[in-house]
């Protein structure tokens, strides 16, 4: 198959560290191009994933697109540089909409973020001639209507992770500086367990430092740490000395790409019952859910875990390969509705 991917204008493929969906687009992109598939990648011209960027994407870099907001023409010369293939996958929210699209061409798009009421009327519109896929049961549920032809849980390349030991003492949270996050109730759980917490945030935009200043960074203690910004190796590295994450979430996530990293580190799940958690996180195996107010009661035992377990449930749900495959599986349908 020739298939065309289009990520977002305002991050390169793979991101240098947030960037949730340019690292899905980046694992499948690597993963069609290993299974023999021609791969064509509508995005910034910064990105460093190794398969062909598409003609007429390397004029502008994600800083330059972030700047100019100008998803739109990111949107149009993706959709021109990308005739000829056999099929398009749109990670944008706005790109399927969009009215000059290769005639003939099946045309798929996922659901990234909350299928809030004004969002699931824009997918509402793009369903008659494209199909859609969900990131989780819980994300699509209340939205029938939408006809979302799969539901495709997120993958992960474990070989870029070690499995760690657990054994640096404290326990982590890694996520963006947002109310939504829980970082609050991260430093206030693990205070009343009496634990050491290292928090790895992004924190760049006006919002993120404002919630980080006024709220966050007051309550920190002599245990509480944050270490900014990191991605790649140094957050799996942090990952796989805590003996737990801490993820109390406040609100339904549609899928949280960071817990399925810390298992895949050996590392269980301490998290609120929200949204995707009880898809991903199995409690008293992997992790433990329950309430914010039950977690740090639950903390101190997620130590005892076994981290071997946490890496198998990942191997066996959420690799890379799994991920994969289950898309090829949908693009090959497409192709058979489409003959």
């Known amino acids: 198959m020739r298939i065309g991917l289009i990520s977002s204008p305002w991050f390169a493929v793979p991101p240098t560290a947030y ?6 687009v980046d694992t ?18 910064d990105s460093s994933c190794p398969v062909p960027l598409a003609p007429g994407m390397r004029e502008t870099d994600s800083q330059d697109l972030g700047m100019s907001g100008s998803e739109m023409n990111h949107v149009i010369r993706a959709y021109e540089a990308l005739r000829g293939v056999d099929v398009i996958h749109d990670h944008t929210l706005i790109g399927p909409l ?45 939205h029938p209507e939408l006809n979302v032809a799969r539901v495709i849980h997120h993958g992960m390349d474990l070989s870029e992770v070690p499995v760690g030991t657990g054994k640096g003492g404290y326990a982590c949270f890694v996520g963006r500086m947002s109310p939504d996050k829980g970082a609050l109730e991260a430093v206030r759980i693990a205070q009343a367990a009496g634990l050491p917490l290292r928090l790895a945030a992004k924190v ?12 966050v960074e007051p309550v920190l203690g002599p245990d509480d740490e944050f270490v900014g910004e990191i991605g790649g190796p140094e957050k799996y590295h942090l990952m796989g000395d805590a003996f ?66 946490c890496r198998r449930a990942v191997s066996e749900r959420f690799s ?20």
């Not at 009421?117 to 824009?122: D, S």
């Not at 006006?206 to 919630?211: D, K, M, Q, T």
């Not at 899928?255 to 019952?273: D, H, K, N, W």
């Not at 898309?327 to 192709?335: G, K």
């Open 98 to 142: 969009y009215a000059h699209r290769p005639p003939g061409v099946p045309v798929a798009t996922t659901i990234h973020g909350r299928l809030l009421p004004e969002i699931a009327e824009i997918y509402r519109a793009m369903s008659r001639d494209t199909r859609i896929l969900g990131i989780s049961h819980d994300q699509v549920h209340e």
């Open 244 to 309: 737990a994450l801490l993820n109390p979430i406040q609100w339904p996530e549609p899928f949280g790409l960071v817990m399925i990293e810390a298992l895949a580190a050996g590392t269980p799940v301490v998290a609120t019952p929200s949204g995707s958690a009880p898809e991903i996180v199995d409690s008293g195996i992997t992790g433990y859910l329950a309430p914010a107010e039950e977690l740090s009661a639950l903390l101190p035992k997620a130590a005892g875990l076994d981290r071997a377990e």
């Open 28 to 45: 499948l992109a690597r993963g069609f191009a290993a299974a023999g598939e021609d791969v064509l990648l509508a995005a910034p011209s």
């Open 204 to 215: 760049s935009e006006p919002a993120e430092l404002e919630y980080f200043h006024d709220v």
């Open 320 to 339: 890379a390969e799994r991920m994969v495959a289950d898309h090829l599986d949908f693009y090959r349908e497409l192709l058979a509705r489409r003959a």
């Open 19 to 24: 960037g949730g969906i340019e690292r899905v």
